[in-house]
């Protein structure tokens, strides 16, 4: 269950009950591909740093180790000992991100696995197999992600066909909720927004899946090339179309500026890999912009990453230390560096939360941006 608490202009401070707890929204999912934080963070970790949910990759966990695996060993939750929310994508990504390795008919999409090279079949009624045997809170529907630079015609039959996907996906998931020995019966399933950077085709597309009644809706095939500014409209022209009474994810992004004028939007969930992949190679997210701890100027800086964070790096470790690690390839100081961004993310949505509810989020956002702009 879904219910708005409070909005300010578009944005909207949520809350999403959930078989396996209450997100509270707008929030930021952590990224865990493979059923882990790369960087070496832990499910303990996370609940430290303020992490309310987890997202895993469909396709990845069906490669290696194998979802019914994960299923015979009591579902994903059980497995990564992680007993909060965890959202599972469909799949769709990798017929973007695979497309020299794939095939897309209408009843799916063939790959060959970047691990070995066998063939995998990936359609709805797999993808939604797939996520129930992994036992995910919520699961997303399965799409293609077309090119922000496709042709219209490409991208129209492309949205066209993942409609229909949609509407198999809605009832594989609802078969499987109903199937003796299910690990979550209660799975929701979250719905895919495509169109590229076409405003009729994105507008139209919303309004049909609109109707689908989902439990939420995603914006999916942005920060995949287009520009910020195309990114924004986009979601200025989408968003209002989807249902105000339904959380709305904006996919794969992005940086905090990003996060903010997605809030702005009406935006609930975001998810991104740039925390963690920063970190694991030195950049580190402060309230005054993002800092290069391979940087020489650091070499003697006793300071922590961001004075006042309540990070486990900032509460023991300084900038000097962190980055002799980094310099000595000790797998200690990228580890630190992901927990802080990590935290950061975390932590700049429940202070955005703590604004709305206090409906000073525009002030919030023109603070954070202008400290960001301005560095130390």
């Not at 944005?11 to 999912?29: I, N, S, Y």
């Not at 090339?225 to 709305?248: A, C, F, N, R, S």
């Not at 935006?267 to 190679?281: E, L």
Request: negative net charge; hydrophobic residues 35%; aromatic residues 8%.
């Amino acid at each position: 269950m879904y219910e708005v608490l409070k909005t300010e202009g578009q944005a909207k401070r949520g809350r999403l009950t959930t078989v396996h707890g209450v997100v509270e929204t707008p929030v930021f999912m952590n990224v865990g591909t493979v059923a882990a934080i790369k960087g070496a963070v832990s499910t303990e970790d996370l609940m430290g740093i303020k992490t309310q949910i987890e997202l895993s990759n469909t396709y990845h966990l069906h490669v290696r180790p194998g979802d019914e695996l994960i299923k015979e060993l009591g579902g994903l939750h059980k497995f990564m000992a992680w007993d909060k929310p965890i959202l599972t994508d469909s799949g769709g990504f990798q017929v973007f991100s695979l497309a020299g390795l794939r095939k897309i008919k209408e009843e799916g999409v063939t790959f060959h696995s970047h691990v070995d090279g066998h063939l995998i079949f990936m359609g709805p009624e797999e993808s939604m197999q797939i996520q129930s045997n992994l036992g995910s809170t919520i699961a997303m529907a399965f799409d293609e992600c077309p090119s922000s630079v496709a042709d219209r015609t490409y991208v129209q039959n492309s949205v066209d066909r993942t409609t229909r996907w949609l509407a198999r996906c809605k009832t594989k998931m609802q078969e499987l909720n109903q199937t003796e020995g299910t690990i979550n019966p209660h799975q929701m399933l979250f719905g895919i927004n495509q169109g590229a950077i076409y405003d009729d085709i994105r507008m139209d597309h919303a309004k049909r899946i609109a109707e689908m009644d989902l439990d939420g809706y995603a914006v999916g095939g942005l920060a995949v090339g287009e520009t910020h500014e195309q990114m924004y409209h986009i979601l200025d022209v989408t968003v209002p179309l989807l249902p105000k009474d339904k959380p709305t994810y904006l996919m794969g992004v992005g940086t905090p500026a990003n996060i903010l004028e997605g809030v702005e939007r009406g935006v609930d969930f975001f998810d991104c890999v740039y925390p963690s992949r920063n970190g694991r190679h030195g950049h580190v997210y402060t309230k005054h912009g993002k800092l290069n701890l391979f940087n020489q100027k650091f070499e003697k800086d006793m300071r922590p990453i961001e004075e006042g964070c309540g990070c486990p790096a900032c509460r023991k470790y300084s900038r000097a230390y962190i980055r002799h690690l980094l310099k000595a390839k000790e797998m200690l100081g990228m580890r630190l560096c992901v927990l802080h961004n990590l935290y950061f993310y975390n932590n700049m949505m429940e202070e955005i939360r703590d604004a709305l509810d206090e409906g000073r989020f525009a002030s919030y956002k023109r603070d954070l941006l202008d400290s960001m702009a301005r560095g130390e």
